[in-house]
């Protein structure tokens, strides 16, 4: 049974910081890219960053560069999305999602809910 989990959301001060983590089990892991995306309220879902499979090549959107930084662990099939200088437009839910690299079959996580506010 394909499972992500993500953990590590909550309520955090303005230019505080989070480590949101998304625990993969279910299929091969190293396969896999692995993206954070997240959905503001009322708003459409919208890509925050992805590492590919070998964890070379690692992309953010504008709005996070040099605030978050996405990472993996293959020992534990683990992501992570270290997130700094949190601000209140960070606000959201988000979700983790595994793509494969060959096929593009895609899998989501249930989502985590970050609130950013004083």
């Known amino acids: 049974q394909v499972q992500l989990v993500e953990s590590g959301g909550g309520l955090v001060q303005p230019g505080g910081s989070l480590r949101l983590s998304c625990a993969a089990s279910g299929f091969t892991f190293s396969k896999y890219a692995m993206s954070w995306y997240r959905q503001p309220p009322g708003k459409e879902r919208e890509l925050v960053a992805t590492i590919q499979s070998t964890g070379r090549s690692i992309n953010y959107a504008d709005s996070v560069k040099g605030r978050f930084a996405i990472s993996r662990d293959s020992a534990k099939n683990t992501v992570y999305l270290q997130m700094n200088n949190l601000k209140p437009e960070d606000t959201a839910v988000y979700y983790c999602?595994?793509?494969?690299?060959?096929?593009?079959?895609?899998?989501w996580g249930q989502g985590t809910q970050v609130t950013v506010s004083p």
């Open positions: 999602r595994a793509v494969h690299r060959l096929s593009g079959h895609n899998y």
